[in-house]
C-alpha cells in the first residue's frame, strides 16, 4: 500500500475555488488558506438558508476495538460513492485533535483512497480554531484567577473553580494540579487545585459546534458556569465580563472550514468535541449548510451510536431542528470477533464462532438507532483477509433483523468502492420510512432521563450515584437546568462504563461519580465509571513514528 501523502499527490485534488464553485461558492466568497483549505464567512452562508434541505445521512459503527471499524473511511467512500452515482453530495466532519493523533489514533482523515484532503494539514494545526478555543478558554481561566487576586467583588470560592485550564495535548500529569504557588498572593496567586483538560473537552469546543450564529455564540458563552461563590450562588461568563474578548479570539474559527475528498467531493471540517466526553459531532454550522448546498448530506457522529450517535439524535437535533434520513452503522469482521472474545494476536481465536458472539453489540446498535425511527443500513469495511463465508453470515444475520446489509471497499478503492453503499442508503431514504422521534422528553427529570439512556441505550440494569451526583442533580433542577437534556461522559470501548465489557454486557449498573453542567452548550454532563476528561498516551504513542523528511514530506502521520 501507497503511503497517505503519495495517494493525495496521485489524486488531482482540485484548487479550493474550483471544489467551492462546485456549490456554488465564488472564489471571493471564501477565505483562502493555501490552495485547498478555505473558510466560508457566516454571512456567505446565510445566503443560501432559502435553499430546502438535502437528505442527511448520519454514520456511526459499532463500539471501538483494536481492529479497527473504518467508521471515517466509509464515510468519505460513501461521499465518493454518492457523488460517482451523480448526486450532489457535501460532507461535514470534525476536526482532527492534536492529542490524538500524536496518542493512539496517529490522524483522523480517513485512509487509502477515502481520505479528506490535504490530511496532514487537517491532522495538525488546520487553520487553528483548536488553537482559537484553547486560547479563548484559557484567557477566561486568567480572567477569572486575576479576580481573585484583586478584590473578588464576585466573592468567589477558589474551592469551588469548576473550569480547569485547556491543552490539546494527551498529559496525564496535568488532571489534577495546585496553582498559586509561590511568591504570595501578589506574585502567585490564590493556591487551590486545579487540572487541564484536553480541549475537545472545553465547553467552548462544544458551544463553538452547537452555535449558529455570533450572536448565539457570544450568548451561549456568557451563560458558561465558571465557579461558584462563598454563598453557593453560580459565576458565569457573563459576570467575569471577558465574553466580548473570547469572542474576538473565536472571530474565525465559528466560520465552517472547507476541504475536499480525494476524488474532489466538497467538505466542511469544523467543530471538534470529543464523543466519550462532550457531544461528539462536528459543528451544526457545517451540517446545516452541507444539506442546504448539497441534495445529501453526510455527517459522521464520534465513537460509536450509543456515544456520538445517541448524542447526535438527542442534543444536536434537538437543539438544531435537524434529524437524519438514514443512519449508517459501521463494522468489521474482526472487530464483532473481537467483541466475541477473540484476541487480535491469537489467529486461532479468530472463527466464525467469535463472530457468532461478537453480533451482539451489533445488535444492541441497531436496536437503538431504531429507536429514533431512522432507517439504518449497515456497512461491512472489507479487509482483503475477510472470509466470504463470515461477510454472508453478516448479510444473512442483519436481514434478519430487518436492517439493509452491504459490503464497502472504500480503502483500496475509493468511491467506486463504496458505490453499493451508496447505491443502498438512495434506496432507503428513498423508501420515506423516516419516522424521528427523541429517546426522551424535555420534561423528564434528570435522573429519569440519565435512566432512560442507561437501561435502553447501554443494556444496564440500572443507574448508582455517588452522593456528590446526588445532591448536583438535586440542585441542578432546583436551578432550573431540569429541562436540559443529557451528555454521558463514558468510555468508548464498552456499551458499558467499564472498558473491559465487551459485546453487549448484561447484569451491571451505571456508575455516575459527578455530576457537571454545561450551560452555555446546554446541557447536563454526568462522568461515568472511570472517565478522565484529559487523555494519557499510550506505552507506544503514535508520536514515535512520525517524522518530517529533508525535502519537507510528512511521513509517519496516518
Known amino acids: 500500500m501507497k503511503d497517505d501523502i503519495q495517494i493525495g499527490e496521485e489524486a488531482n485534488v482540485k484548487n479550493i475555488t474550483e471544489v467551492a464553485a462546485s456549490i456554488g461558492l465564488d472564489a471571493e466568497d471564501i477565505d483562502l488558506y493555501g490552495k485547498y483549505i478555505a473558510k466560508v464567512p457566516l454571512d456567505i452562508l446565510a445566503g443560501f438558508d432559502g435553499n430546502r434541505n438535502g437528505k442527511l445521512i448520519m454514520v456511526t459503527a459499532v463500539t471501538p476495538t483494536p481492529a479497527g471499524e473504518g467508521k471515517t473511511v466509509t464515510t468519505i467512500g460513501l461521499i465518493q460513492g454518492l457523488s460517482r452515482m451523480g448526486k450532489r453530495v457535501v460532507g461535514a466532519l470534525r476536526e482532527p485533535s492534536v492529542g490524538p493523533t500524536f496518542g493512539v489514533k496517529g490522524g483522523a482523515t480517513g ?20 488553537h482559537a478555543v484553547s486560547s479563548a478558554h484559557n484567557m477566561l481561566s486568567a480572567v477569572l484567577e486575576n479576580s481573585l487576586v484583586r478584590e473578588n467583588h464576585l466573592n468567589i470560592d477558589p474551592s469551588r473553580i469548576v473550569l480547569k485550564k485547556a491543552m490539546d495535548m494527551n498529559c496525564r500529569e496535568l488532571r489534577n494540579i495546585v496553582v498559586g504557588l509561590g511568591g504570595g498572593r501578589s506574585a502567585g496567586g490564590v493556591t487551590h487545585e486545579s487540572g487541564f483538560l484536553i480541549t ?7 458551544i463553538l459546534a452547537l452555535s449558529t450564529s455570533y450572536d448565539d455564540l457570544r450568548e451561549r458563552i456568557e451563560r458558561m458556569v465558571v465557579a461558584y461563590t462563598y454563598s453557593g450562588e453560580m459565576v458565569t461568563v457573563r459576570d467575569i465580563g471577558c465574553a466580548g474578548a473570547m469572542m474576538v479570539l473565536l472571530k474565525d474559527a465559528i466560520k465552517p472550514n472547507l476541504v475536499q475528498t480525494l476524488e474532489g467531493q466538497p467538505v466542511f471540517i469544523h467543530g471538534f468535541p470529543f464523543a466519550n ?35 447526535f439524535m438527542d442534543i444536536v437535533c434537538r437543539q438544531s431542528g435537524i434529524s437524519p434520513d438514514c443512519v449508517v452503522i459501521v463494522a468489521s469482521v474482526r472487530a464483532l470477533m473481537t467483541h466475541g472474545g477473540a484476541k487480535l ?33 449497515v456497512s461491512i ?25 452491504v459490503q464497502s471497499d472504500a480503502f483500496m478503492e475509493g468511491g467506486k468502492g463504496a458505490e453499493e453503499l451508496a447505491g443502498k442508503v438512495v434506496e432507503v431514504i428513498d423508501r420515506g420510512e423516516k419516522d424521528f422521534r427523541f429517546l426522551y422528553d424535555d420534561s423528564m427529570s434528570l435522573k429519569g432521563k440519565i435512566e432512560t439512556i ?10 448508582v450515584y455517588s452522593g456528590p451526583a446526588n445532591k448536583t442533580l438535586k440542585e441542578l433542577e432546583e436551578r432550573g437546568f431540569g429541562n436540559l437534556p443529557i451528555c454521558i461522559a463514558k468510555t468508548q470501548y464498552s456499551l458499558s462504563d467499564v472498558a473491559e465489557l ?8 451505571l456508575s455516575v461519580r459527578e455530576v457537571t453542567v454545561s450551560a452555555g452548550a446546554g446541557f447536563v454532563v454526568p462522568v461515568c465509571g472511570s472517565m478522565m476528561l484529559m487523555p494519557g498516551l499510550s506505552s507506544s504513542p503514535a508520536a514515535m513514528r512520525m517524522d518530517l523528511t529533508a525535502d519537507g514530506k510528512v511521513r509517519g502521520l496516518k
Open 277 to 311: 466526553i462532550a457531544h461528539g459531532n462536528n459543528s451544526v454550522l457545517a451540517t446545516k449548510y452541507a444539506m442546504k448546498l448539497g441534495d445529501y448530506a453526510v455527517t459522521e457522529a464520534g465513537f460509536a451510536a450509543d456515544l456520538g450517535g445517541e448524542k
Open 200 to 206: 475537545s473537552a472545553s465547553e467552548i469546543s462544544a
Open 111 to 130: 485512509g487509502g483512497y477515502s481520505q479528506v484532503y490535504p490530511m496532514w494539514d487537517i491532522d495538525l494545526h488546520f487553520t487553528g480554531d483548536i
Open 502 to 509: 465487551k459485546g453487549a454486557p448484561k447484569g451491571w449498573k
Open 381 to 405: 469495511n472489507h479487509f482483503s483477509f475477510d472470509d466470504p463465508e463470515h461477510m454472508r453470515i453478516l448479510r444473512d444475520h442483519c436481514k434478519g433483523l430487518g436492517a439493509e446489509c
Open 345 to 377: 494476536d491469537e489467529p486461532g481465536t479468530l472463527t466464525k464462532e467469535a463472530l457468532m458472539r461478537g453480533l451482539s453489540n451489533l445488535d444492541k446498535h441497531i436496536e437503538n438507532i431504531k429507536r429514533y425511527g431512522v432507517p439504518v443500513v
Open 454 to 463: 442507561a437501561t435502553k441505550i447501554y443494556g444496564a440494569d440500572g443507574v
